[in-house]
C-alpha cells in the first residue's frame, strides 16, 4: 500500500464497457490534482458556460495545439471533496465505441494523466476514507453482479449495511476490553469487576458475530453462482434436459448416441443463483478419437462442477454403465435425474419410486 500511496499523480481511464460500434454514450475519467486543468486544455465550452463544482457543460474536445474537434461531448466537473475520491474528478461524457474514447483518454495522458491501474479509483476513493473495505468490495462485486439478486446484495454492502453492524460489533468488543483493563489497572479504586455481566455480552458479540457469517455461504453462492454438470451414458436424454431447463435448443439433439462430443454450456439464473449448466458428451467406452475426447472432457466437468445431475435412462433401467460412472462421480454433489419416465409403464414407474 505504501507504494501505491507513492505513486500519486493524476490518473486516467475508460470508465465503462467499450464495444466497437456498440454504444452510444462512452466515459473518460480523470482523477488528481490535475483534472481541472486537463479538462481546461482539452474541452472548449462555447458561451461562456460556467466552470465549477457539480454541472455539466456541453462542447468540444481538442486537440490542443491544432485545435482539431476529437469528438463532440459533455463535460462533467466534481471538485474534492466531493467525489468519488475526493479528488478533483472530470468526466468526458464521449460518443460511445473504441475510437472517441481512446482518443481522448490518449491526450488526457499526453496532458498531465497516466493510465490508471484496475481498481485504483476505487483504492483512492477507500484510502481518502470515501469508502471503508466492505463499500470497496462491493463495487467490485455491483459491477460484477450475474442475478438481480446479487446486485441488491452489493448494493446493500456499498450502502454499509455489513459495514455498519461490524462497527457496532467492534464498538462493543472495545467497551468490554476497556472494562477488563480499568479492573487490572485500577482495581483497588473500582467495583469489583461483574463476571457474569461480561461472559453475556461476550456471548451476546459472538452470537452476532456468527450470525454474520452465517450468511457467508449464500453471498459466495450470489457473487460466483454454481457449476452444474449433467452426466451419462449416451442417449439417456442430457442435452433434452439442458433444452427443456434453459427453455432453448442451446443442444442438438437426435436419436443417435454420441450426438454431443463437446461440452455445451447454457447461463441460467435459478432462484436468484447464476447456474452455469454443461451438458457433457455421453460417457462411454469408445474407440471414435473425437469422441474419446469428448469423454475426457466430460470427466474434467464433472470433475469441476459443483453439483453432478446424474442422468440415466428409465427405459433401460440402472445398467452396468450407469454403475461404473456413478463409481465416478459418487465423491460429489450428485442428484439422480431419472429420465424418459414417460416411456414406461405405470407399474414400472411405482417400482422406480419404491
Not at 453462492?221 to 454454481?226: A, H, P
Not at 439442458?242 to 432453448?248: F, K, M, Y
Not at 469422441?291 to 440415466?312: C, M, Q, Y
Request: charged share 20%.
Amino acid at each position: 500500500m505504501s507504494e501505491l500511496l507513492a505513486n500519486t499523480g493524476t490518473i486516467a481511464a475508460i470508465a465503462t464497457a467499450v464495444v466497437p460500434q456498440q454504444g452510444s454514450v462512452g466515459i473518460v475519467r480523470v482523477s488528481g490534482d490535475h483534472a481541472m486543468a486537463i479538462a481546461q486544455t482539452l474541452f472548449y465550452a462555447p458561451g461562456g458556460q460556467i466552470w465549477e463544482s457539480h454541472r455539466i457543460l456541453y462542447g468540444y474536445i481538442r486537440q490542443p495545439q491544432t485545435k482539431q474537434i476529437i469528438d463532440e461531448a459533455l463535460l462533467l466537473i466534481m471538485k474534492a471533496p466531493r467525489s468519488f475520491t475526493r479528488e478533483n474528478v472530470v468526466e468526458f461524457h464521449c460518443h460511445g465505441g473504441i475510437m472517441a474514447v481512446q482518443q481522448v483518454l490518449q491526450l488526457c495522458l499526453e496532458n498531465g494523466a497516466r493510465l490508471a491501474q484496475p481498481g485504483e479509483f476505487t483504492l483512492r476513493a477507500f484510502l481518502n476514507g470515501r469508502l471503508d473495505l466492505t463499500q470497496g468490495e462491493s463495487i467490485a462485486d455491483l459491477v460484477g453482479a450475474k442475478s438481480p439478486q446479487a446486485a441488491q446484495m452489493a448494493l446493500a454492502g456499498l450502502q454499509g449495511k455489513l459495514a455498519e453492524p461490524i462497527r457496532k460489533l467492534r464498538a462493543n468488543c472495545l467497551d468490554i476490553l476497556a472494562e477488563i483493563e480499568a479492573r487490572i489497572d485500577f482495581e483497588e479504586d473500582l467495583p469489583p469487576l461483574d463476571q457474569k455481566r461480561i461472559i453475556t455480552e461476550i456471548e451476546q458479540v459472538t452470537g452476532e458475530i456468527n450470525k454474520l457469517l452465517a450468511t457467508k455461504d449464500k453471498g459466495e453462492l450470489l457473487r460466483t453462482g454454481l457449476k452444474v454438470a449433467i452426466v451419462g451414458r449416451p442417449n439417456v436424454g442430457k442435452s433434452s434436459l439442458l433444452n427443456a431447463w434453459s427453455r432453448s435448443d442451446r443442444a442438438i439433439v437426435t436419436d443417435l448416441p454420441g450426438t454431443t462430443r463437446d461440452v455445451v454450456e447454457s447461463q441460467l439464473i435459478v432462484g436468484g443463483i447464476p447456474v452455469q449448466v454443461l451438458d457433457t458428451a455421453g460417457i462411454r467406452e469408445t474407440t471414435d478419437q473425437v469422441e474419446k475426447i469428448g469423454v475426457e472432457r466430460s470427466h474434467r466437468a464433472a470433475n469441476a462442477a459443483d453439483l453432478v445431475l446424474f442422468t440415466i435412462d428409465a427405459t433401460a433401467g440402472w445398467t452396468p454403465a450407469d454403475e461404473e460412472i456413478y463409481v465416478q462421480v459418487k465423491h460429489q454433489n450428485v442428484i439422480l435425474v431419472i429420465n424418459k419416465i414417460d416411456l414406461i409403464s405405470l407399474a414400472e414407474q411405482e417400482n422406480l419410486k419404491s
